[in-house]
């Protein structure tokens, strides 16, 4: 098997996202490919270096507090806004299933098909 | 979660100190995503500052689509972004890599440090959206779901920069040391 195509298998074991049994067969394989062992060495210190965390330096919040504007929530009633805001995307598709709903109750109660149809054919 | 709704909510009752709250919950990770991001501790803080009080103001459009981490990171992902438009220039690397004393942990395992600071030269020459999506993956346990809605590209796409981005790293990792030897 060429290494070049287990590139991507050889990332999905970094990730441990592969089945136990593959698994065993990298680990083995790379115990005796020297490529493939730097490859996955090269992932895992890339996987480390994006993990670790750098320390920010407590003036940056300081600074951001002083550029608040402390009166910008207390001049509208962006509480409430923000309640209908925040479950929005889960009640638009709701909505717009009762509006058709009402609409087709509407034609069909009040006849207003037949009344359409009387009016202009 | 739960904590985040209701610093929000006091946030939008006019309690600004919540906000600050709020967002140092975040702080170390994003000023640690930008940094790695730009090089520049000066461009990162501009940056952060900028995002955080453009999201003290969006702030009441915040919706249950995703969480809060991932609004707060695409926030901060459209403002490095638009900070690098604003100037005219595309993103100019002062040096190749950051310090390795400011990173937090121990040294890297079983590798050499000279090999820890050539796989980050690798990862700050890769395209933008691959070391954004490479950067965010270890971080608040984010999936790619989330990767996606943060550098605002399909699921797949932000898969497929990641393991993009992880098989460059290595391939060119594997051909310097080839070219040692």
Same mark, same amino acid.
């Given at each position: 098997m060429k290494c070049s195509a287990r590139q991507d298998e050889l990332i999905l074991y970094v990730d441990d996202?592969?089945?136990?049994?593959?698994?065993?067969?990298?680990?083995?394989?790379?115990?005796?490919?020297?490529?493939?062992?730097?490859?996955?060495?090269?992932?895992?210190?890339?996987?480390?270096?994006a993990g670790r965390t750098i320390k920010c330096d407590?003036?940056?919040?300081?600074?951001?507090?002083?550029g608040l504007d402390r009166d910008y929530y207390k001049k509208k009633s962006y509480g409430i806004i923000h309640r209908i805001m925040f479950y929005w995307p889960l009640y638009k598709p709701f909505l717009a299933v009762m509006i058709i709903a009402v609409i087709l109750f509407s034609l069909f109660y009040f006849n207003l098909i037949g009344h359409i149809r009387r009016t202009f054919f | 979660m739960r904590e985040d709704r209701l610093?929000?909510?006091?946030?939008?009752?006019?309690?600004?100190?919540?906000?600050?709250?709020?967002? &140092?919950?975040?702080? @170390?990770? %994003?000023?640690?995503?930008?940094?790695?991001?730009?090089?520049?501790?000066?461009?990162?803080?501009? #940056?952060?500052?900028?995002?955080?009080?453009?999201?003290?103001?969006?702030?009441?459009?915040?919706?249950c689509v995703s969480s809060f981490a991932v609004w707060l990171y695409r926030m901060v992902a459209n403002e490095?972004?638009?900070?690098?438009?604003?100037?005219?220039?595309?993103?100019?690397?002062?040096?190749? &890599?950051?310090?390795? @004393?400011? %990173?937090s942990g121990t040294e890297p395992g079983c590798q050499s440090q000279e090999d820890?600071?050539?796989? #980050?030269?690798?990862?700050?020459?890769?395209?933008?959206?691959?070391?954004?999506?490479?950067?965010?993956?270890?971080?608040?346990?984010?999936?790619?779901?989330?990767?996606s809605q943060i550098i605002g590209v399909s699921v797949e796409n932000a898969k497929l920069n990641v393991h993009k981005a992880k098989a460059v790293i290595g391939q060119k990792f594997c051909e310097s040391q080839k070219g040692e030897k």
């Open positions: 996202e592969i089945s136990d049994e593959k698994k065993i067969i990298i680990e083995n394989h790379i115990q005796e490919c020297a490529n493939c062992m730097c490859f996955v060495n090269a992932v895992r210190n890339a996987d480390d270096y407590r003036d940056l919040l300081a600074k951001v507090k002083e | 610093l929000i909510k006091q946030t939008l009752n006019g309690d600004t100190d919540s906000y600050i709250k709020l967002i &140092s919950r975040y702080n @170390d990770n %994003l000023f640690s995503f930008i940094y790695k991001m730009t090089l520049s501790k000066e461009d990162t803080k501009e #940056i952060l500052q900028e995002a955080y009080i453009h999201a003290y103001k969006s702030l009441y459009t915040y919706n490095f972004r638009r900070y690098y438009r604003k100037k005219g220039k595309k993103i100019k690397l002062e040096k190749d &890599s950051i310090d390795l @004393d400011v %990173l820890y600071k050539l796989v #980050i030269k690798f990862i700050n020459s890769l395209e933008e959206n691959q070391k954004m999506a490479l950067m965010l993956e270890p971080l608040e346990g984010f999936n790619y779901k989330d990767i």
